[in-house]
C-alpha cells in the first residue's frame, strides 16, 4: 500500500503541473495556430508550417486531455443529472464518430437519483473513454452507454465497445502516465480519468477482452438518495 500511496501522491503533483501549464499554454497555442493558418495559406515555406503546425496541434490534444485538472480550486460539486452530462459528450463528439463509422447507443434507467460532481471533469472523463473506445475500433463498429443506478446508492455507468480490447496483465497498470499504444497517443486521458474519479470518491473498473471489446465501468456516489436521509433524520 505504500506503492499506492506514493503513486496517488505522484499523480496529485502531476495535477498540479496540469494546473501550472494547460491554462499558461493553451491561449497563446490558440492563437499562434491562427496565424499560422493565415501565413500558411499564403504559401510560404508551407512544409516547415505544416510540421509546426502538427506540433501545435499535439500540445493542443496533450493540453486537451487533462484541462479540467487545471482548475485546483474551481472544483465545485454541484448536483447534476448524468443524463444531460452524457448527452451533451455524446453531441460533443458525434462529429469524431461519424468520421470513424462508429454509432453510440444511450441507454438510461428511468428516475435516475442525481449525482454530486464537479461536471467539467465528469465529462471530462467521459469523453475520454468515449475517444479510447472510438479509438479502439479502427473499423467502426458501436459503443453501448448504459445507465443504471446500483442498490448500493451508486450510480454506475457502463461504456462498452467492440475494440481490440486491452491483454489482462496490462489492466492494472492502466492509470500510469504517459502509457500509450497509439503512434499519435498521450497516455494521459486514462490517468486523468481515475484522477478525477477517485476524488469523486468513485470507483473506474476496466474488464477487456482481446479482439472482442473494452467495458469501462465508472461507479458514482448519488447524491438523491442521501438527500432523502437527511430530510428523515432531521425531523
Ligand atoms: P491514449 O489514448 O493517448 O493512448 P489513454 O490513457 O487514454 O492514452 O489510454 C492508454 C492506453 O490504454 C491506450 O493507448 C490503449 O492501449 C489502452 N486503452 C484505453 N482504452 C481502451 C479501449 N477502449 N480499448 C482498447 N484499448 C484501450
Ligand atoms: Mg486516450
Given at each position: 500500500?505504500e506503492?499506492?500511496?506514493q503513486?496517488?501522491?505522484?499523480?496529485?503533483m502531476?495535477?498540479q503541473?496540469?494546473?501550472g501549464?494547460?491554462h499558461?499554454?493553451r491561449?497563446p497555442?490558440t492563437s499562434?495556430?491562427g496565424f499560422i493558418?493565415l501565413?500558411?495559406?499564403?504559401?510560404?515555406?508551407?512544409?516547415?508550417f505544416?510540421?509546426?503546425?502538427?506540433?501545435l496541434?499535439?500540445i493542443?490534444?496533450i493540453?486537451g486531455e487533462?484541462?479540467?485538472l487545471?482548475?485546483p480550486s474551481?472544483?465545485?460539486?454541484?448536483?447534476?443529472?448524468?443524463?444531460?452530462l452524457i448527452?451533451?459528450v455524446?453531441?460533443?463528439?458525434?462529429t469524431q464518430?461519424?468520421?470513424?463509422?462508429v454509432q453510440?447507443?444511450?441507454e438510461?434507467e428511468?428516475?435516475?437519483?442525481?449525482?454530486?460532481?464537479?461536471q467539467n471533469?465528469i465529462?471530462?472523463v467521459?469523453l475520454n473513454?468515449?475517444?479510447?473506445?472510438?479509438e479502439a475500433?479502427?473499423?467502426g463498429?458501436i459503443?453501448d452507454v448504459?445507465?443504471?443506478?446500483?442498490?448500493d446508492?451508486t450510480?454506475?455507468?457502463?461504456?462498452?465497445?467492440?475494440g481490440?480490447?486491452?491483454?489482462?496483465e496490462?489492466i492494472p497498470?492502466?492509470g500510469e502516465?504517459f502509457?500509450?499504444?497509439k503512434e499519435?497517443?498521450?497516455?494521459l486521458?486514462?490517468m486523468?480519468?481515475?484522477?478525477i474519479?477517485?476524488?469523486?470518491n468513485g470507483?473506474?473498473?476496466?474488464?477487456s477482452?482481446v479482439?472482442?471489446?473494452?467495458?469501462?465501468e465508472?461507479?458514482?456516489?448519488a447524491?438523491t438518495?442521501?438527500?432523502?436521509?437527511?430530510e428523515?433524520?432531521?425531523?
Open positions: 500500500s506503492r499506492l500511496i503513486k496517488s501522491e505522484k499523480l496529485a502531476l495535477g503541473l496540469a494546473a501549464i494547460a499558461e499554454i491561449n497555442l499562434i495556430k493558418n501565413v500558411q495559406s499564403n504559401n510560404q515555406k508551407k512544409e516547415y505544416d510540421i509546426i503546425f502538427s506540433e496541434e499535439r493542443n490534444v493540453v487533462f484541462l479540467v487545471a482548475k474551481a472544483a465545485t460539486f454541484v448536483e447534476q443529472d448524468v443524463k444531460i448527452k451533451d455524446v453531441t460533443l463528439i458525434n464518430s461519424i468520421l470513424n463509422n453510440i447507443f444511450v438510461f428511468s428516475d435516475l437519483p442525481m449525482v454530486s460532481c464537479e471533469q465529462k471530462q467521459f473513454l468515449l475517444k479510447n473506445s472510438i475500433m479502427p473499423k463498429g459503443i448504459k445507465v443504471r443506478e446500483s442498490e446508492d450510480i454506475s455507468i457502463l461504456i462498452i465497445d467492440q481490440i480490447g486491452i491483454p489482462q496490462r497498470t492502466l502516465p502509457y500509450t499504444t499519435k497517443g498521450t497516455g486521458g486514462l486523468t480519468c481515475y484522477k474519479i477517485e476524488s469523486h470507483k473506474l473498473i476496466i474488464q477482452k479482439n472482442v471489446g473494452t467495458t469501462i465508472i461507479i458514482l456516489p447524491t438518495q442521501s438527500l432523502l436521509k437527511m428523515v433524520s432531521h425531523t
